[in-house]
T-cell receptor, first 113, second 115 residues
Framework: GQQVMQIPQYQHVQEGEDFTTYCNSS?????IQWYKQRPGGHPVFLIQLVKSGEVKKQKRLTFQFGEAKKNSSLHITATQTTDVGTYFC?????????????FGRGTQLTVWP | DTAVSQTPKYLVTQMGNDKSIKCEQN?????MYWYKQDSKKFLKIMFS???????INETVPNRFSPKSPDKAHLNLHINSLELGDSAVYFC??????????????FGPGTRLLVL
């Protein structure tokens, strides 16, 4: 079936270190979306990538969408304690029910001060 | 103003009871969703409605019944609650289900604990 895989499931870093989470789909994605969920909170939309090979930046966050539109990554430079949370990738696959987002299992990031 | 709201925020109940969770969005969106998030943070879609019409109905026990009285509301009724129903339930909405680029806006979640 259609799946969106995300690794790692957990990542513990010291403040100031970099962090990367990877997302892979078994089928081509129409677009990839990234969400962040703070502890005790709800998923909040961060960004959407649509074009093959697209790269977008938000301050210390860099998002990439693969050339084949099957993989994506989120990289955080010099993590801060405010980066703590679970990061999800999600995407609709071609041919899937419109509105249907396939979420990765998320990467739970812990940042030690 | 809260964009997507859910009530109650917390729900503790006994096995076998019936309970409802309500969701409202004031964004003017056409599509609303219910997700279940387990203790490992996995987000699993349950249902989606577009303009009061059921669009997505994943493999969910028929004890779960969604109802959309209008496009701004999507409620979830659960019959005969079981221990395994304990989770966080998120409501979400998006503008238009005919576009595959629509982002989703999540409510604050309802933390359900079945004892």
């Amino acid at each position: 079936g259609q799946q969106v895989m995300q690794i790692p499931q957990y990542q513990h870093v010291q403040e100031g270190e970099d962090f990367t989470t990877y997302c892979n789909s078994s089928t081509t994605l129409s677009n990839i979306q990234w969400y962040k969920q703070r502890p005790g909170g709800h998923p909040v939309f961060l960004i959407q990538l649509v074009k093959s090979g697209e790269v977008k930046k938000q301050k210390r966050l860099t998002f990439q969408f693969g050339e084949a539109k099957k993989n994506s990554s989120l990289h955080i430079t010099a993590t801060q304690t405010t980066d703590v949370g679970t990061y999800f990738c999600a995407g609709p696959t071609r041919g899937s029910t419109l509105g249907r987002l396939y979420f990765g299992r998320g990467t739970q990031l812990t940042v030690w001060p | 103003d809260t964009a997507v709201s859910q009530t109650p925020k917390y729900l503790v109940t006994q096995m076998g009871n019936d309970k409802s969770i309500k969701c409202e969005q004031n964004l003017g969106h056409d599509t609303m969703y219910w997700y279940k998030q387990d203790s490992k943070k996995f987000l699993k879609i349950m249902f989606s409605y577009n303009n009061k019409e059921l669009i997505i109905n994943e493999t969910v026990p028929n004890r779960f019944s969604p109802k959309s009285p209008d496009k701004a509301h999507l409620n979830l009724h659960i019959n005969s609650l079981e221990l395994g129903d304990s989770a966080v339930y998120f409501c979400a909405s998006s503008q238009d289900e005919t576009s595959d680029q629509e982002t989703q806006y999540f409510g604050p979640g309802t933390r359900l604990l079945v004892l």
